[in-house]
């Protein structure tokens, strides 16, 4: 820890650096032991000021799960593990400790009060009542459920202090519910001809205990199937990042536009834990507005297999809860943390950080950009120890979102006011910086045209092209040009995004893609350009 | 070596799995079985830590075993492969 605290200091006098981790494919399937647990796979972590028309007193935190999501998936879908415990954590005293943590926990039951549909079978006088395999039976509308045959239901819990140990009280609807329930995954327009309408049967308007604002503000809650969000072309990036610097025109350009026509996540789903909060339930008071969050999930530490299982007992999960997944910003374990301590990560705190270290004071990537694209002329920077990826990483920015701790958080400074979905810079506060010179770094500079500082890295918003900002910080964008010689070049992924791919509503994240009866193609243009909802 | 187990996480570890009171043999070379015919596990054995832990330790407030508390425990039912190990927990 000594040794992050002192980079951090460094990293404060330094001018500052926006940013945020390096590189590349956020959190899909990024370490080996979560490969085998997709359902309890972390994959994005989307912390905001909302800025839904009328929502300025609240933050809206998106947490995705179960990633890579055929829409097709049939015939179980995507339903969350019952046995798990997801959670959002909040930090609100920059100690890069939890002080408010919401856990999520999930039940599974049959249709027809538990024992499933079934339906009669054989000649009249000889029928046998039948189960059915499917998890629905028949059109499936708003008002009409009738057809269902698997129901997803959760409890939403608030603890405050530690998470384990701290005072857990129950979140209820303001109709007083404690259980709520999760839709059906988008099946096709069969089943489920008006998805939307469907869906929005799953928002609930909420209280959160021990948190009373003046105002009377209400949260907001849903858990369901939406459309990926990320935009990211992973397959080229994980193929020895095969983007074309010559434009050739088969993959993207790593220096071309931003936006390419290319993403391979365009035809995915995700499942999305969403929370809106009134600001004031998450800030320790008006003097501290910054908050730092991430997002975890644990699995009982022991799973036994029943060797003749059931529906209902498949297998016997037991023992203390045991972290396997860990979220906060974009493509942390991706790309920054060595292969070696990918598990290791996801099943650590914040509080704990210093042990990673070396990953973000002596990263690999820009080595490997450097050896990739070197006859292009491309230089890693050759500053060490990276301080700047310090203060993006694990500090905050000084005058944006730093809140003392040392710590790999998503940071939200909650009294920068949102920016409105139409006046939205997807380069976000990476924006905020006058270019660096020979010898001096970048300058924060909030007036600057084009800054954006409601975006990411302060919080993160759907339509922020993180991966580009992180190419690019990675590289030395921040630096001044003799320490990083490639720090300007205006590096992409060539899989665009911004807000116009998103609903201005919550959970903004768009109505999931049918399994039936199509489906977009990995080619696709993925919906930047498309009207905002 | 085929074990029923899935281990989520980094596994278990072994508190009462060295309870003295259980009954069976610590001899992991045999290879029969590694409980006896009443379903009783070897005490000391990586089966016997296994219940313990699921049946005495599933909690919220406490902190997961360390691997080396398990790493390596001797796991005679899974060399047997002996379907019946974990059939107290159903």
Same mark, same amino acid.
């Given at each position: 820890?000594?040794?992050?605290?002192?980079?951090?200091?460094?990293?404060?006098?330094?001018?500052?650096?926006? &940013?945020?981790?390096?590189?590349?494919?956020?959190?899909?399937?990024?370490?080996? =032991?979560?490969?085998?647990?997709?359902?309890?796979? %972390?994959?994005?972590?989307?912390?905001?000021?909302?800025?839904?028309?009328? $929502?300025?007193?609240?933050?809206?935190?998106?947490?995705?799960?179960?990633?890579?999501?055929?829409?097709?998936?049939?015939?179980?879908?995507?339903?969350?593990?019952?046995?798990?415990?997801?959670?959002?954590?909040?930090?609100?005293?920059?100690?890069?400790?939890?002080?408010?943590? =919401? /856990?999520?926990?999930?039940?599974?039951?049959?249709?027809?009060?538990?024992?499933?549909?079934? *339906?009669?079978?054989?000649?009249?006088?000889? #029928?046998?009542?039948?189960?059915?395999?499917?998890?629905?039976?028949?059109?499936?509308?708003?008002?009409? /459920?009738?057809? /269902?045959?698997?129901?997803?239901?959760?409890? *939403?819990?608030?603890? $405050?202090?530690?998470? $384990?140990? %701290?005072?857990?009280?129950?979140?209820?609807?303001?109709?007083?519910?404690?259980?709520?329930?999760?839709?059906?995954?988008?099946?096709?327009?069969?089943?489920?001809?008006?998805?939307?309408?469907?869906?929005?049967?799953?928002?609930?308007?909420?209280?959160?205990?021990?948190?009373?604002?003046?105002?009377?503000?209400?949260?907001? *809650?849903?858990?369901? #199937?939406?459309?990926?969000?990320?935009?990211?072309?992973?397959? #080229?990036?994980?193929?020895? *990042?095969?983007?074309?610097?010559?434009?050739?025109?088969?993959?993207?350009?790593?220096?071309?536009?931003?936006?390419? %026509?290319?993403?391979?996540?365009?035809?995915?789903?995700?499942?999305?834990?969403?929370?809106?909060?009134?600001?004031?339930?998450?800030?320790?008071?008006?003097? #501290?507005?910054?908050? &730092?969050?991430?997002?975890?999930?644990?699995?009982? /530490?022991?799973?036994?297999?029943?060797?003749?299982?059931?529906?209902q007992k498949p297998s016997r999960e037991g023992g203390p809860w045991a972290q396997i997944s860990r979220v906060a910003n974009p493509l942390v374990n991706e790309v920054v943390i060595g292969l070696p301590d990918k598990d290791k990560f996801n099943s650590s705190e914040p509080k704990d950080d210093a042990q990673f270290a070396d990953y973000v004071t002596n990263p690999t990537l820009p080595e490997i950009v450097e050896i990739l694209f070197g006859g292009a002329g491309v230089r890693a920077p050759n500053l060490f120890p990276r301080v700047d990826l310090v203060a993006a990483f694990l500090t905050g920015i000084e005058g944006v979102n730093a809140n003392g701790s040392t710590a790999e958080m998503m940071r939200l400074n909650t009294a920068i006011p949102a920016t409105s979905c139409t006046s939205q810079n997807p380069y976000g506060a990476a924006l905020c910086f006058d270019p660096p010179t020979a010898t001096a770094n970048a300058m924060l500079n909030t007036s600057r045209e084009g800054c954006d500082p409601a975006g990411f890295p302060n919080g993160r918003r759907p339509g922020d092209d993180v991966t580009d900002i992180e190419i690019r910080v990675a590289m030395g964008y921040l630096l001044n040009t003799t320490d990083a010689p490639s720090g300007q070049l205006p590096f992409v992924d060539g899989a665009g995004v911004n807000a116009n791919a998103f609903d201005k509503t919550f959970p903004y994240l768009r109505t999931p893609l049918p399994g039936a009866p199509q489906m977009p193609k990995p080619g696709d243009l993925p919906d930047v350009t498309g009207d905002r909802r | 070596m085929k074990r029923l187990i899935l281990v989520a996480g980094l596994l278990l570890a072994a508190s009462a799995c060295n309870d003295e009171s259980r009954s069976g043999s610590n001899d992991n070379n045999d290879d029969n079985a590694g409980s006896n015919g009443s379903n009783e596990p070897i005490a000391g054995s990586f089966t016997a830590f296994v219940l313990d832990l699921v049946n005495n330790h599933t909690v919220d407030d406490a902190a997961p075993m360390d691997y080396a508390t398990f790493e390596l425990l001797p796991d005679p039912d899974g060399d047997s492969n002996n379907v019946d190990a974990y059939r107290p927990l159903f």
């Amino acid at each position: 820890m000594m040794l992050v605290r002192k980079l951090a200091s460094g990293a404060t006098a330094f001018a500052l650096v926006v &940013g945020s981790t390096t590189a590349l494919a956020s959190s899909h399937r990024e370490a080996p =032991f979560i490969t085998k647990m997709p359902k309890v796979d %972390g994959t994005d972590l989307y912390v905001f000021n909302s800025y839904e028309s009328g $929502r300025e007193k609240y933050v809206t935190i998106l947490a995705n799960y179960y990633p890579v999501q055929d829409p097709a998936g049939g015939p179980n879908y995507y339903f969350l593990d019952p046995d798990a415990l997801y959670e959002i954590h909040v930090d609100n005293d920059g100690d890069a400790k939890e002080d408010i943590t =919401f /856990q999520f926990d999930f039940d599974l039951m049959l249709g027809e009060g538990g024992s499933g549909i079934k *339906l009669p079978v054989g000649p009249d006088g000889q #029928q046998k009542k039948v189960a059915v395999p499917f998890i629905a039976v028949a059109p499936i509308t708003a008002g009409d /459920q009738a057809g /269902q045959n698997l129901f997803e239901t959760y409890s *939403l819990k608030v603890v $405050r202090g530690a998470r $384990r140990s %701290g005072n857990g009280q129950a979140v209820k609807s303001t109709s007083g519910d404690a259980m709520f329930a999760k839709p059906l995954d988008y099946i096709g327009q069969k089943t489920l001809p008006d998805y939307e309408a469907y869906a929005q049967k799953f928002m609930y308007e909420i209280d959160v205990p021990g948190c009373s604002p003046s105002g009377g503000e209400k949260g907001r *809650l849903f858990v369901g #199937q939406r459309k990926e969000g990320f935009a990211v072309n992973v397959g #080229q990036i994980f193929d020895l *990042l095969n983007l074309d610097p010559d434009g050739r025109g088969d993959v993207a350009n790593i220096l071309g536009p931003q936006y390419q %026509g290319f993403n391979d996540l365009t035809p995915k789903n995700v499942t999305t834990l969403a929370l809106e909060i009134p600001t004031s339930c998450l800030t320790k008071d008006e003097s #501290q507005p910054i908050i &730092g969050v991430w997002t975890t999930s644990s699995v009982r /530490q022991a799973r036994v297999i029943n060797p003749t299982p059931s529906f209902q007992k498949p297998s016997r999960e037991g023992g203390p809860w045991a972290q396997i997944s860990r979220v906060a910003n974009p493509l942390v374990n991706e790309v920054v943390i060595g292969l070696p301590d990918k598990d290791k990560f996801n099943s650590s705190e914040p509080k704990d950080d210093a042990q990673f270290a070396d990953y973000v004071t002596n990263p690999t990537l820009p080595e490997i950009v450097e050896i990739l694209f070197g006859g292009a002329g491309v230089r890693a920077p050759n500053l060490f120890p990276r301080v700047d990826l310090v203060a993006a990483f694990l500090t905050g920015i000084e005058g944006v979102n730093a809140n003392g701790s040392t710590a790999e958080m998503m940071r939200l400074n909650t009294a920068i006011p949102a920016t409105s979905c139409t006046s939205q810079n997807p380069y976000g506060a990476a924006l905020c910086f006058d270019p660096p010179t020979a010898t001096a770094n970048a300058m924060l500079n909030t007036s600057r045209e084009g800054c954006d500082p409601a975006g990411f890295p302060n919080g993160r918003r759907p339509g922020d092209d993180v991966t580009d900002i992180e190419i690019r910080v990675a590289m030395g964008y921040l630096l001044n040009t003799t320490d990083a010689p490639s720090g300007q070049l205006p590096f992409v992924d060539g899989a665009g995004v911004n807000a116009n791919a998103f609903d201005k509503t919550f959970p903004y994240l768009r109505t999931p893609l049918p399994g039936a009866p199509q489906m977009p193609k990995p080619g696709d243009l993925p919906d930047v350009t498309g009207d905002r909802r | 070596m085929k074990r029923l187990i899935l281990v989520a996480g980094l596994l278990l570890a072994a508190s009462a799995c060295n309870d003295e009171s259980r009954s069976g043999s610590n001899d992991n070379n045999d290879d029969n079985a590694g409980s006896n015919g009443s379903n009783e596990p070897i005490a000391g054995s990586f089966t016997a830590f296994v219940l313990d832990l699921v049946n005495n330790h599933t909690v919220d407030d406490a902190a997961p075993m360390d691997y080396a508390t398990f790493e390596l425990l001797p796991d005679p039912d899974g060399d047997s492969n002996n379907v019946d190990a974990y059939r107290p927990l159903f």
